[in-house]
């Protein structure tokens, strides 16, 4: 458990703070034991209308604890997520589209007056082959949060993970995508923004 001393003495100096170390597998007094599920949540944040639930750990927490949370109710605008390392394996999603499995696409890319056309597997997102390729495009979070890699799907489909899925009803409307958690689904075109890192 990180940080312990640093987090009771918040606790101490904030009322508004409370710690709850929940612990998978050990018993220890004090700690709640197992996952972090919705009936915890409600237990020690009994919340009435809208709050935010902050996540940060690796991709298969984060697809428990989505599970769990979709049970809050909670509009998406409310769930951020920190993933520790980039969405990986997306073809093990449920709602993957079938045809994409395995296959590899044509990917176009404009960037700073510049134009490039690479190679894009299905299972890599636009960012990895963008960089695989050599091409600087601009990230920070690489999990969809942050908005740096923001950019125009000129023509194509892509699949996002809705646990990553950071893009906003304007995004959707203009045809805008993050690279850092898009997937291809078709031969695609985008147009990055300079890099800014
Ligand atoms: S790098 Fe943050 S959203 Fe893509």
Redesign the pocket.
């Known amino acids: 458990m990180l940080f312990q001393e640093e987090f009771r003495e918040i606790a101490r100096r904030c009322g508004r703070f409370r710690l709850v170390n929940v612990l998978s597998d050990d018993e220890l007094e004090g700690c709640e034991k197992g996952f972090i599920s919705a009936e915890l949540i409600r237990k020690h944040a009994p919340v009435d209308g809208d709050y935010s639930v902050f996540v940060c750990g690796p991709q298969a927490m984060n697809d428990f604890v989505d599970a769990e949370i979709a049970e809050l109710g909670l509009r998406p605008k409310f769930v951020r997520h920190e993933l520790l390392g980039e969405y990986r394996n997306p073809g093990r999603n449920a709602d993957y589209p079938e045809g994409a499995r395995g296959r590899r696409f044509k990917l176009d890319v404009s960037v700073c007056g510049a134009s490039y056309s690479i190679d894009c597997y299905a299972d890599e997102t636009l960012?990895r082959a963008m960089e695989r390729n050599g091409i600087a495009a601009?990230?920070?979070?690489?999990?969809?949060?942050?908005?740096?890699?923001?950019s125009r799907l000129v023509s194509g489909t892509v699949y996002v993970p809705e646990a990553v899925d950071?893009r906003r009803q304007a995004d959707l409307q203009f045809g805008y995508v993050?690279?850092?958690?898009s997937f291809p689904t078709s031969d695609l075109a985008i147009d990055v923004p300079p890099c800014r890192n």
Do not use: A, D, F, Y
């Open positions: 960012l601009p990230s920070e979070c690489r999990s969809g949060e942050c908005g740096w890699c923001h950071g993050h690279p850092c958690c």
